[in-house]
């Protein structure tokens, strides 16, 4: 059992933050590693990227989007109470070196789990910028935790409410165009968004790191659930991942996997506003 220290609403109704009392997953942590919980004794487990850790405190951070049943029962939960089953730190950590300038790409919560591992990257020496994008000004996430550590944060919303109009790859391929001496480009977020990420910089021949958001059941390479294709071969996602070569990641088919149980989700979704209320 693991205890909720704090929650906050991040936009209300959608994205949650919890900082949860974990303190041998705090000690362990590294940016990159994710955690797999479940909520109740008879529900799915779920992959929850590291938002941030403080290994002094004893707590992890984790944001999630309510988008399915067990999001919906993660996010009923208030400060005090405790999740049933939290198991990490799990997959490989992001490997950080010192490159020079690195941008992180971030889109939807997606920005949460990028803010720990531009975190890390700062940490190491490197001139992080920080993209971010959201439909609206109201939907980001994490600008204010980024700008303490990035030397700039560029923001993109559609509807032009804040920052550049227009998408994350708007504002990137502007800030390409002014610093071609970019070494790596990191991009966490929706497959659409990484995948166009990593569209972009191919020809330019910037190394390109996306963490890929596979169906996960036991996180540690025994149930296959989490398999991608990767440079033609295929890689599990929970012990050879998250994080892999953008622009050797097969995207359609990652994308169609990650439509395979839509059907059966909204079906669970339903019985749980019905039987739940």
Partial sequence: MTRIVHRRDIIPGQTVEM???APAIAAAARP?????????????RIPLTIADADAAAGTITIVFLVVGTTTARLAQLSEGEEILDVCGPLGQATHLVRVGKVVCVGGGTGIAAMHHIAKGHAQVGNQVTAVIGARSADLLLFEEELGRFCHEVLVATNDGSRGVRGLVTDALRRHLAIHPDVAEVVAVGPVPMMRAVAELTRPLGIKT????????????GMCGACRVRVGGEIRFACVDGPEFDGHAV???ELAARLTAFVPQERQSYGCLGVCHG
Avoid: A, Q, T
């Fill in 250 to 252: 097969d995207f359609d």
């Fill in 19 to 21: 900082v949860l009392h």
């Fill in 32 to 44: 990159g590693h994710f955690v797999i919980l479940r909520v109740h004794p008879m529900g799915e």
């Fill in 209 to 220: 790191v996306v963490s890929l958001n596979s169906i996960m059941v036991d996180g540690m």
